[in-house]
């Protein structure tokens, strides 16, 4: 744990709660001497108290940790602004519609940013009836594939996972898809907007 991002975390977070320091010590059972040695970096909390500091001012342990605490306030989100994070580990996909500090395997899981596609990582989308049809002409071995599809609309997202040794294709209803999002396990996140 580094002490002083955790010190000047601790700090920001009581003063934002309008604590002082004697009041988080009662809080946590220590004093308010040991309260300013954590936020000044000359000590810092002992791992038993991580949990209810982190309680306390209603935050993750993560964002404790990291010291870059996570503030909404759109909560009701665009899902058209849907952030994608993959876990390096397991190859875990996790979505978020606002700021949020995800962790998968203990590995803080950092924001996939959308490339535009370039010439190996080019999708096909075609109309069907009621329905996108979504290839990626892309080699689907075990080391080198195609993850997931998604296509996404303000209200929701469509989603599909997709495994080595298939086909790199999905369909999805129209209604209301703006963008598609699709990832290779080994080039990252590309994006293409909806305009057939």
Known sequence: MDKYITGLTIKKLREKN???QSELGRKLLVSDKTVSKWETGKGYPDITLIEDIANI???????????????????SANVEKMK???????????TSIGESCVSCHGI?????????????????????EDEYYVRINHEM???HYISFIAALSKEKLQFV???PE??????FKINGVSKFYYYCNKDG????????
């Open 189 to 196: 996140l590309y994006s293409k907007k909806a305009r057939y």
């Open 18 to 20: 309008k604590l002082t």
């Open 161 to 163: 996972k997709l495994y």
């Open 108 to 128: 803080n899981l950092i924001l996939l940013e959308a490339e535009v596609a370039d010439e190996k990582h080019c999708i096909e989308v075609s109309k069907i």
């Open 141 to 143: 071995t075990k080391k």
């Open 84 to 94: 994608f994070y993959v876990c390096p580990i397991c190859g875990n996909v996790i």
């Open 57 to 75: 001012f209603k935050v993750s342990i993560t964002e404790l940790f990291q010291g870059n605490i996570i503030e909404n306030d759109n909560i």
């Open 166 to 171: 298939q086909i790199a294709e999905a369909r």
